[in-house]
Each structure stands twice: as C-alpha cells, then as structure tokens.
C-alpha cells in the first residue's frame, strides 16, 4: 500500500508536470472504487486549470481553479501516473483525465479500494476522512509530548499505535517497522510500557526516516509508481520489513516476522529489546 512517501513523491512529481495544465475531459470507466465515484465528476473537472497538487495523510490533494479539489486515496493497489494519450490504456484505468498538453492523467487501480471525490476548497478539511487524521510527521507539533501522551494512554502495541492515521496521518506498516528497528524497540511491545526516552527516539526518527524514503522516491515492492510510472528505490533500504530470514546489517542476527493481529512486522532480535 502506497504510505506517506509513496504519496509525497507522487504529489512532487504531479506539481512539477500537471501544475498550470487545463483539463479537456475526463473519462470514468469504472465508478465502483471503495466509495461510488459522483455521476457529476467529469462535468466538475472539465475546463478547469491545476493550480497545485498537495497532500495530507495518504489523501491527494489535486487543487483546481474556482476552489475545487480533487481528493483521491490510492487503497491498496492505486497508481496515478501521467502518460502521453497515445500509450495503450490499460484495463483497470478507471479514471483518465485528459490535459492540454497531450498527456493524460491516468488513475489506476486493480483492487479498487481506492477513493475519488470532488470538494470544494473549504470544505476539505470537514470531510469525514481528512477531519479523522492526526498530526502530519513533518509538522512541528508532532513531538515527543505528543506520542508520548498518546502512547501512555493506549492499551495497543507500538506498531499499530503508529499505523493508526488518527495518531501520525500517512505513517504505514513499512516504515513504521523501519522506525522501530532504528530506536531499538520491538514492534510488538506494548505502547503504554516504553519509557519517554524510547518514545522521543521514535517521535524524532519518524520524520527523519520519511524523509530519506522521499529522497528515495518511495518503496516499490509490487504496483507502487511515481507520477511518471517510475519505481521507488528505497526497498534497497529496508532493514527490516520483508527482510525475514536475513541477516541483521548492525549485528548479524537473524531478521524475524511475527504477525500480531494479522498484519506482519518485522524485528532484530539482536537491536530491538
Ligand atoms: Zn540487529
């Protein structure tokens, strides 16, 4: 699933290629994503201008003129690529909008778990998705305090503490077991017992972490592309996630996975205590 620096190297990539492009029309192939895409869509889009792509959370954030934005929600298995119209088309293109440029903006998604609403400007941040997220890890107040009461408050592991949106918007399984490797605490250890050193260790490796993966353009195990349908490079980067059976880069010991509530983590044994 495409996590906050999947989702920034898109929005990056699209703000450099799409910002200033006016849409000449967009076709809907499939409207059954996980929320059913509005009858008017197309109509909405039509004739108006990028003024800036932006993000927040997982949520992309496709600012028009007139104060419309397109939000969309790449699931599990969504890309958002823009191609020259005259490349093939391919079967689970759901949405295409075409720009004036001759390229097209081609939203792609096998599992349909996506999402793809239009909204006016003031009214984003009331949408029931945005409103539910919790702090950005880049903004200044995403601090040690801030895990820190969350985490002494909750009864659940560290690792799902951090995957949940409502705590850090964007944060998913990859790098949040990439975090937990770095301080030294085991994914599967309870919230509430880690002492404020090991929380503020994570707080200040959370941004420090996404960052690196930004500059890497993200992680691309499987159907995550760039905006030019590109792969990520910082799978070559992990230490841990997917890494099980491997051998520790700091000491050697063997990477292991455990799947506490059906979702894998992965751990040293040796680094994490
Ligand atoms: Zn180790």
Redesign the pocket.
Known sequence: MPELPEVETICRGLRNSVKGERILGVAVAETRLRAQVAKDFAKTLTGRTVVDVGRRGKYILIRLDGGVVWLLHLGMSGKLIRVPERRLRHRHDHIVVRLESGYELRYNDPRRFGFSVVARAPEIDSLPQIRALGLEPFDARFDPGYLYRLARRSGRRIRDLLIDQRVVAGLGNIYANEILYYAGVRPTARASRLSRAQIARIAELTPKILAEAIRWCGTSFSDYRDAEDRRGEFQNHLRVYAREGEK?A??G?TIRRVSPGNRSAFY?P??QK
């Open positions: 520790c700091t000491c010991n040293c040796g680094c």
